[in-house]
């Protein structure tokens, strides 16, 4: 059972635009969100994450939005770049069991000029 | 500093073989970890350590087994390799436990078992 899902398998965005992408999560006690980004080739690095005592957090041109409710996080990117195309994980981690982050299945996001 | 290194960055590997993919950090981090990626399935942890001397099972751990060899150091084997396990292994570490729980991942080692 996927606990992590990320419906949308690749978005195409144009430059300069806003990115949104997508992340539902199962699980309940999911308390700590991340976002990695991951080039072709290369391992996964740290974007941006969110506590679930917060419903923003916001980084540059990075910001995560977590609806608990909904159990539903995005991630916005703005303006969209070319050197932003690239695979996104979302990952979740809970309260009980730290150490282990489950991540979802990806969006490759490509961003055209 | 390196970061996380892995080797070899590709392998192929014949049923039945078995081969130990190796993961070193120069960061410090008191936790390691060893993921699989698949298509259509993204990572997938097999095992991870929280402290030297330590390891326990992920979602994924049957065919493997590790060893924590030093803070520096963990290994990741496959005895009987199956071609069930041709996949992209990364190796990860952490400063955990903390809450940040960034993780800091290596380049990759592509296996193929045929």
């Known amino acids: 059972d996927q606990q992590v899902k990320q419906n949308s398998p690749s978005l195409s965005v144009q430059e300069g635009r806003i990115s949104i992408l997508n992340c539902d999560y199962t699980n309940s006690m999911f308390d700590y969100f991340l976002w990695y980004k991951k080039y072709p080739a290369e391992g996964p690095t740290f974007l941006i994450s969110i506590s679930s005592i917060k419903d923003k957090n916001e980084d540059g041109r990075f910001t995560v939005f977590l609806n608990k409710s909904a159990k539903h996080l995005s991630l916005h990117i703005v303006p969209s770049q070319p050197g932003d195309s690239a695979v996104y994980f979302c990952a979740a981690s809970a309260y009980y069991n730290t150490d282990k982050l489950i991540f979802g299945t990806g969006t490759r996001l490509q961003v055209f000029p | 500093n390196a970061g996380v290194t892995q080797t070899p960055k590709f392998q192929v590997l014949k049923t039945g073989q078995s081969m130990t993919l190796q993961c070193a950090q120069d960061?410090?981090?008191?936790?390691m970890y060893w993921y699989r990626q698949d298509p259509g399935m993204g990572l997938r942890l097999i095992y991870y350590s929280a402290s030297e001397g330590t390891t326990d099972k992920g979602e994924v751990p049957n065919g493997y087994n590790v060893s924590r060899l030093n803070k520096r150091e963990f290994s990741l084997r496959l005895e009987s390799a199956a071609p069930s396990q041709t996949s992209v292994y990364f190796c990860?570490?952490?400063?955990?436990?903390?809450?940040?729980?960034?993780?800091?991942f290596g380049p990759g080692t592509r296996l193929t078992v045929t």
């Open positions: 960061m410090n981090h008191n936790s």
């Open positions: 990860a570490s952490s400063e955990a436990p903390t809450r940040s729980h960034e993780q800091y």
